[in-house]
């Protein structure tokens, strides 16, 4: 098992959508497939109550039992599956796969994404050409930087070798059970390992091991006001 292939991060039971993955190819290869896989497979349906205040575009489908809050935002294509929470300002753009049981929260943008069933992302965050896995969390303003500043090729670094993704916008794969902390900037390219803590206020580049906690120390000083 090559150690960046989906197996690797994501127990493939807990979507709806594994076809999207290859067992031959790295988990990332599923992001340039989203778009073609939800042109062709998208059923048009909203199974769901509509309050007042929601905005659904053409191209969505929203299984029963989902939850949608006034001032949320569909512009689809988009594929949200049943029992799901969608607050008040969440803005889900375009290509987003949502498994069933998520929480996409007040002030969170998705867009060219696949989240896994029970995933939570509910408090200003940005999760963009990533993969969130089974029960993933992340935490109040966390975000997933999908581009890098010089615009070039994001590349995956494992501490070893660089590798070469093809993508120029590629956020990060955070495994199932993975927890982000608050206010954390996860940065183009990573890789969180299954069951892995990030500590709140960190920045991460690179590929963090399953059952791993990344730990963030800051130096602080208090002195006396004068």
């Not at 794969?173 to 990030?198: K, T």
Request: charged fraction near 20%; hydrophobic fraction near 40%.
């Amino acid at each position: 098992m090559s150690s960046f292939s989906p197996s690797a991060f994501l127990d493939l039971s807990h979507t709806q959508h594994g076809i999207l993955f290859s067992p031959d190819e790295p988990v990332w290869s599923a992001l340039s497939k989203i778009a073609s896989y939800l042109e062709f497979r998208l059923q048009r349906e909203v199974r769901a109550q509509v309050p007042p205040g929601v905005f659904i575009g053409e191209d969505v489908f929203i299984d029963e039992g989902t939850t949608l809050e006034p001032g949320a935002v569909i512009r689809g294509p988009a594929w949200i599956g049943k029992n799901c929470v969608i607050r008040s300002g969440c803005y889900i753009r375009e290509n987003v796969i949502v498994g069933n049981g998520c929480v996409l929260g007040n002030s969170c943008e998705f867009k060219n994404c696949v989240i896994f069933d029970s995933a939570e992302v509910p408090h200003y965050n940005y999760v963009g050409d990533s993969i969130l896995g089974y029960k993933a969390h992340l935490g109040a303003g966390v975000v997933l930087s999908n581009v890098r500043l010089d615009r070039g090729e994001v590349k995956v670094d494992d501490g070893k070798k660089s590798h070469s993704t093809g993508l120029r916008k590629f956020g990060a794969v955070v495994g199932d059970l993975a927890e982000i902390g608050c206010n954390s900037v996860i940065n183009p390219g990573s890789l969180i390992g299954c069951r892995s803590i990030v500590y709140p206020l960190s920045s991460f580049t690179g590929v963090l091991p399953a059952d791993s906690i990344l730990k963030t120390k800051q130096q602080q000083m208090i002195v006396p006001r004068r």
